[in-house]
């Protein structure tokens, strides 16, 4: 075997080396500016974040703050905050998609996700995301259906364990109180007692609403049990099985509805026809009838094309007379203009029309084929009409596939919004018992220990799977970790760094400015990005004063990865995002 010339393994080392090389130019530099990205959005999102956290500590004491530490705990002293911030801020974009992934993979699951949902049963606070797992929800709602039922059950307990007034509602809670079927002595007492304050199963009076708040509450566990209900992510799905589901409904109908509804929809679908039928047999008739059509209304096509010669004619002659007139005769020309092409028109009609035809002649067959297509559309319309409606008829068979498919195609949309109505109150009604029901005092403690016990939570592989697989689908506007139920278990490591610029590692900028009316505040990001070395603003807490310090980027990832430092913007005192601002 005859050996390898030495300068042949040379070409070929340095061929994979520069190919290698390539590679790296191009994936590099890349994979820099990915990261850059990320980590522009994250400090954006904290600056965001931040910004809720001011608006919830201004309930509360009536000021803004710039002081990180009493946002954070203005968080912890109120448990309503934190409810309404773990579903107000994206959790997922307030740090980078690997230290989630590492915070998961931190977790001890499912066990402490077990151990969560049984604390805040035991706390009686709202479940909310945690309630979907394993429908857990839907079973406490199944359970307190099933103790209603229960010709022993005692519905004291039921009475204490539900904010009556938030589970049915405003509208529906006054209702109840000038309910006809109530003395209006009673009416009057029980009204006064909960103005001022008083809930509505803490009063005396309570014996004779409770009957009409039961009802309710059935009436609502009717709605949260039912199970036809599609969500949105759902639709294509619905869509293949409710088309099956429509054929088969359809397909019963005797003759006489059928025809009903062939009455009903021949109109539709006549119109939906009409121009396809035309489109494949204008140019037909339109051949078999030209030269009659043409001969028998010469005067009229005549017309139309003489005019539109004058109305070319009459702007390009306006031009030369102004190219031809003096100035001092151009202001005015435009109140003897018309008087003046009366003048040159016939002439100019004389000799030129002709040729003018001559050079035109698809624009006059234009004008032609419009005006008999105009004329033939009446006549051929209603010849036709009654033509289709007689050619569906022959085939009754045939017909009805092709009605039940095109009906489906009308009425398809309105059937979907029905079902997001539908999808809309079981939600609204699964939120209200979420926040409104005490379950572990309804159900009972033995129970629920039971249920929670028994519930099937992912383990580590699993729930990162899913959250992974969320993550593909885009741009999510609630936070993933809370759609999972995670927020509450990793928000203190989350809340750890939600105050820095994860490129500086500094404090974001908090300003607050009082002024006579209300008071405003605005966040920026440290960073200070001045076309030269950007640097960062830090503030000495104790002094309270700046010192600028330079930010350099690693050499290797300035110079091979195109990197850079820049600020991530701010939000200014009327409470707008610079990123989000547009710009002409």
């Known amino acids: 075997m005859a050996e390898r010339a030495k300068g042949s393994i040379f070409y070929e080392i340095l061929i994979v080396v520069l190919a290698a090389g390539l590679i790296f130019t191009i994936t590099y530099p890349s994979k820099t500016w990915q990261q850059q990205d990320e980590l522009q959005n994250v400090c954006r999102e904290r600056m965001s974040a931040l910004q809720q956290l001011e608006y919830r500590y201004m309930e509360n004491t009536d000021s803004f703050t710039v002081d990180i530490a009493?946002?954070?705990?203005?968080?912890?002293?109120?448990?309503?905050?934190?409810?309404?911030?773990?579903?107000?801020?994206?959790?997922?974009?307030?740090?980078?998609?690997?230290?989630?992934?590492?915070?998961?993979?931190?977790?001890?699951?499912?066990?402490?996700?077990?151990?969560?949902?049984?604390?805040?049963?035991?706390?009686?606070?709202?479940?909310?995301?945690?309630?979907?797992?394993?429908?857990?929800?839907?079973?406490?709602?199944?359970?307190?259906?099933a103790v209603m039922q229960d010709s022993m059950f005692n519905y004291d307990s039921l009475d204490v364990a539900i904010d009556w007034r938030g589970l049915v509602g405003e509208n529906t809670f006054w209702d109840i109180l000038s309910s006809e079927d109530i003395?209006?002595?009673?009416?009057?007492?029980?009204?006064?007692?909960?103005?001022?304050?008083?809930?509505?199963?803490?009063i005396k009076e309570w014996k004779y609403f409770a009957p009409l708040f039961h009802k309710e509450l059935v009436s609502m566990i009717k709605v949260a049990q039912s199970k036809d209900v599609w969500a949105p992510s759902q639709k294509e799905k619905w869509e293949i099985y409710r088309k099956k589901q429509w054929d088969a409904e359809m397909d019963t109908l005797p003759q006489a509805l059928r025809d009903t509804v062939w009455h009903k929809y021949q109109e539709k679908l006549w119109e939906k026809n009409k121009e396809l039928i035309w489109k494949?047999?204008?140019?037909?008739?339109?051949?078999?009838?030209?030269?009659?059509?043409?001969?028998?209304?010469?005067?009229?096509?005549?017309?139309?094309?003489?005019?539109?010669?004058?109305?070319?004619?009459?702007?390009?002659?306006?031009?030369?007379?102004?190219?031809?007139?003096?100035?001092s005769l151009v202001a005015i020309f435009a109140t003897i203009r018309d008087s003046l092409w009366r003048l040159d028109r016939d002439s100019l009609f004389t000799n030129e029309f002709e040729s003018w035809k001559a050079k035109n002649k698809k624009e006059i067959n234009n004008i032609i084929k419009n005006l008999w297509e105009r004329e033939r559309r009446l006549t051929w319309t209603?010849?036709?009409?009654?033509?289709?409606?007689?050619?569906?008829?022959?085939?009754?068979?045939?017909?009805?596939?092709?009605?039940?498919?095109?009906?489906?195609?009308?009425?398809?949309?309105?059937?979907?919004?029905?079902?997001?109505?539908?999808?809309?109150?079981?939600?609204?009604?699964?939120?209200?018992?979420?926040?409104?029901?005490?379950?572990?005092?309804?159900?009972?403690?033995?129970?629920?220990?039971?249920?929670?016990?028994?519930?099937?939570?992912?383990?580590?592989?699993?729930?990162?799977?899913?959250?992974?697989?969320?993550?593909?689908?885009?741009?999510?506007?609630?936070?993933?970790?809370?759609?999972?139920?995670?927020?509450?278990?990793?928000?203190?490591?989350?809340?750890?760094?939600m105050h820095l610029c994860p490129v500086?590692?500094?404090?974001?900028?908090?300003?607050?400015?009082?002024?006579?009316?209300?008071?405003?505040?605005e966040i920026k990001c440290p960073v200070v990005d001045t076309g030269k070395t950007p640097f960062v603003v830090k503030i000495d807490t104790a002094s309270g004063d700046t010192v600028n310090i330079d930010l350099k980027l690693p050499f290797f990832k300035k110079v091979f990865g195109g990197g850079e430092i820049r600020s991530h913007g701010y939000i200014d005192l009327d409470g707008k995002k610079s990123w989000e601002k547009k710009t002409r």
């Open 183 to 202: 003395s209006r002595r009673i009416l009057n007492r029980a009204n006064l007692k909960v103005q001022r304050g008083k809930s509505i199963n803490e």
């Open 504 to 521: 500086a590692q500094e404090p974001l900028k908090i300003t607050v400015v009082d002024t006579t009316i209300v008071p405003k505040f």
């Open 70 to 145: 009493a946002l954070k705990e203005n968080v912890v002293k109120y448990p309503e905050i934190i409810d309404a911030l773990d579903s107000t801020i994206n959790w997922d974009r307030i740090t980078t998609t690997k230290t989630i992934v590492n915070l998961i993979n931190g977790l001890n699951l499912p066990d402490q996700l077990r151990e969560e949902i049984a604390s805040r049963l035991d706390q009686k606070k709202p479940l909310w995301a945690l309630a979907e797992w394993d429908s857990l929800g839907f079973r406490l709602v199944d359970e307190v259906d």
């Open 280 to 327: 494949e047999q204008w140019k037909s008739l339109y051949a078999a009838e030209k030269e009659t059509w043409i001969e028998n209304n010469k005067d009229v096509w005549s017309r139309i094309v003489e005019k539109n010669w004058i109305d070319q004619r009459k702007k390009q002659w306006i031009i030369q007379k102004k190219n031809e007139l003096p100035d």
């Open 382 to 497: 209603g010849e036709m009409h009654d033509k289709w409606i007689s050619d569906q008829e022959q085939n009754p068979g045939k017909l009805w596939d092709y009605l039940k498919f095109e009906v489906w195609l009308i009425e398809k949309d309105n059937l979907w919004r029905q079902e997001e109505k539908k999808y809309t109150m079981k939600k609204g009604v699964m939120y209200r018992f979420n926040k409104n029901i005490k379950w572990k005092t309804t159900i009972g403690e033995d129970r629920i220990s039971e249920i929670v016990d028994n519930l099937n939570l992912p383990d580590k592989n699993k729930l990162l799977s899913m959250y992974k697989k969320e993550l593909k689908k885009g741009q999510n506007k609630k936070s993933i970790l809370y759609k999972l139920g995670l927020v509450s278990l990793l928000r203190n490591q989350l809340f750890e760094n």
